[in-house]
Protein backbone atom coordinates (compact mmCIF):
# COMPACT_ATOMS: atom_id res chain seq x y z
CA UNK A 1 0.00 0.00 0.00
CA UNK A 2 1.60 3.39 -0.94
CA UNK A 3 1.54 6.21 1.22
CA UNK A 4 -0.02 8.55 -1.62
CA UNK A 5 -3.17 6.16 -1.37
CA UNK A 6 -3.49 6.54 2.46
CA UNK A 7 -3.07 10.54 2.06
CA UNK A 8 -5.74 11.16 -0.50
CA UNK A 9 -8.13 8.71 1.74
CA UNK A 10 -7.58 10.84 5.03
CA UNK A 11 -7.80 14.25 3.34
CA UNK A 12 -11.16 13.31 1.97
CA UNK A 13 -12.37 12.27 4.69
CA UNK A 14 -11.13 15.50 6.56
CA UNK A 15 -13.27 17.53 3.98
CA UNK A 16 -16.39 15.34 4.63
CA UNK A 17 -15.97 16.16 8.31
CA UNK A 18 -15.45 19.70 7.93
CA UNK A 19 -18.86 19.61 5.79
CA UNK A 20 -21.30 18.17 8.36
CA UNK A 21 -21.74 19.88 11.82
CA UNK A 22 -19.67 17.66 14.04
CA UNK A 23 -22.13 15.93 16.71
CA UNK A 24 -20.65 16.49 20.22
CA UNK A 25 -19.55 13.74 22.79
CA UNK A 26 -22.71 13.25 25.01
CA UNK A 27 -21.20 13.46 27.81
CA UNK A 28 -20.14 16.90 26.89
CA UNK A 29 -24.04 17.98 26.10
CA UNK A 30 -25.12 15.76 29.42
CA UNK A 31 -25.24 18.86 32.77
CA UNK A 32 -24.56 17.20 35.56
CA UNK A 33 -25.81 20.56 37.41
CA UNK A 34 -27.89 23.37 36.80
CA UNK A 35 -28.10 26.56 38.25
CA UNK A 36 -30.09 28.89 37.23
CA UNK A 37 -29.49 32.06 40.18
CA UNK A 38 -33.02 33.98 38.95
CA UNK A 39 -33.18 35.77 42.34
CA UNK A 40 -29.69 37.02 42.78
CA UNK A 41 -29.55 37.82 38.96
CA UNK A 42 -26.45 36.49 37.87
CA UNK A 43 -27.16 33.92 35.28
CA UNK A 44 -27.02 30.35 34.21
CA UNK A 45 -23.69 28.37 35.26
CA UNK A 46 -24.33 24.60 33.88
CA UNK A 47 -21.16 21.80 34.98
CA UNK A 48 -21.15 19.28 32.07
CA UNK A 49 -20.36 15.67 32.68
CA UNK A 50 -17.08 16.01 31.57
CA UNK A 51 -16.27 18.66 33.65
CA UNK A 52 -16.41 22.02 32.09
CA UNK A 53 -18.16 24.60 33.53
CA UNK A 54 -20.19 27.20 31.46
CA UNK A 55 -21.50 30.36 32.62
CA UNK A 56 -23.90 32.73 30.98
CA UNK A 57 -25.20 36.40 32.14
CA UNK A 58 -29.30 36.53 31.60
CA UNK A 59 -28.90 39.30 29.20
CA UNK A 60 -26.27 37.55 27.13
CA UNK A 61 -28.79 34.28 26.76
CA UNK A 62 -32.01 36.76 26.23
CA UNK A 63 -30.00 38.40 22.90
CA UNK A 64 -28.84 35.07 22.30
CA UNK A 65 -32.59 33.51 21.66
CA UNK A 66 -32.73 30.40 19.85
CA UNK A 67 -36.16 31.41 18.63
CA UNK A 68 -37.20 32.03 14.93
CA UNK A 69 -38.20 35.46 15.25
CA UNK A 70 -35.05 36.26 17.51
CA UNK A 71 -33.14 34.34 14.73
CA UNK A 72 -34.59 36.05 12.03
CA UNK A 73 -34.28 39.64 13.86
CA UNK A 74 -30.27 39.03 14.45
CA UNK A 75 -29.73 37.74 10.88
CA UNK A 76 -31.68 41.45 9.22
CA UNK A 77 -29.39 43.32 11.74
CA UNK A 78 -26.16 41.68 11.65
CA UNK A 79 -25.95 40.88 15.09
CA UNK A 80 -24.12 38.42 16.83
CA UNK A 81 -25.52 35.65 19.26
CA UNK A 82 -26.09 37.14 22.79
CA UNK A 83 -24.84 40.83 21.14
CA UNK A 84 -26.89 43.67 22.18
CA UNK A 85 -29.22 45.82 20.38
CA UNK A 86 -27.40 48.72 19.46
CA UNK A 87 -27.93 51.91 21.26
CA UNK A 88 -30.78 54.35 20.13
CA UNK A 89 -29.18 57.59 19.06
CA UNK A 90 -32.53 59.22 19.37
CA UNK A 91 -32.39 62.60 21.90
CA UNK A 92 -35.23 60.86 24.24
CA UNK A 93 -33.23 57.77 25.89
CA UNK A 94 -35.89 55.18 27.16
CA UNK A 95 -34.66 52.99 29.84
CA UNK A 96 -34.95 49.40 29.66
CA UNK A 97 -33.68 47.20 32.68
CA UNK A 98 -31.03 44.38 31.87
CA UNK A 99 -32.91 41.28 30.58
CA UNK A 100 -34.02 38.86 33.81
CA UNK A 101 -36.01 36.13 33.53
CA UNK A 102 -39.31 35.80 36.22
CA UNK A 103 -39.05 32.00 35.49
CA UNK A 104 -37.41 28.81 33.92
CA UNK A 105 -38.43 25.31 33.23
CA UNK A 106 -37.25 22.36 31.82
CA UNK A 107 -38.14 21.28 28.48
CA UNK A 108 -38.18 17.16 28.84
CA UNK A 109 -34.65 16.11 29.47
CA UNK A 110 -32.88 18.28 27.10
CA UNK A 111 -33.41 21.96 27.02
CA UNK A 112 -34.67 24.91 29.43
CA UNK A 113 -37.28 27.59 28.10
CA UNK A 114 -37.21 31.27 30.15
CA UNK A 115 -39.97 33.26 30.71
CA UNK A 116 -38.37 36.57 30.28
CA UNK A 117 -39.80 39.93 32.40
CA UNK A 118 -40.38 41.37 28.79
CA UNK A 119 -43.03 38.86 27.71
CA UNK A 120 -40.44 36.79 25.91
CA UNK A 121 -40.76 32.96 26.24
CA UNK A 122 -40.60 31.22 22.70
CA UNK A 123 -36.77 30.48 22.92
CA UNK A 124 -36.11 26.92 23.58
CA UNK A 125 -32.38 26.80 24.82
CA UNK A 126 -31.38 23.11 24.16
CA UNK A 127 -27.80 22.21 26.24
CA UNK A 128 -26.49 21.18 22.64
CA UNK A 129 -27.21 24.90 21.75
CA UNK A 130 -25.75 26.19 25.46
CA UNK A 131 -22.73 23.97 24.92
CA UNK A 132 -22.03 25.05 21.10
CA UNK A 133 -22.59 28.84 22.69
CA UNK A 134 -20.39 28.42 25.36
CA UNK A 135 -17.54 27.09 23.10
CA UNK A 136 -18.55 29.33 20.34
CA UNK A 137 -18.72 26.93 17.77
CA UNK A 138 -22.15 28.11 16.76
CA UNK A 139 -22.10 30.37 13.56
CA UNK A 140 -22.58 33.75 15.03
CA UNK A 141 -22.13 36.53 13.29
CA UNK A 142 -23.78 36.72 9.56
CA UNK A 143 -22.33 38.81 6.39
CA UNK A 144 -24.03 41.93 6.02
ZN1 LIG B 1 -36.71 34.79 20.87
Known sequence: ??????????????????????????????????????????????TWKDGRESHWTFPYLRDACPCATCHEEREQTG???GEPKPKTTQLLQLYTPPAKPLSAEAIGRYAIKFKWADGHESGIYSWDFLRRLDEGALPVKVAR
Not at 4 to 22: H, N, P
Open 1 to 46: MSHEGIRMISREESELVAKTEQPLPAAAITPAKVKIAITEGTGVTI
Open 79 to 81: RAL
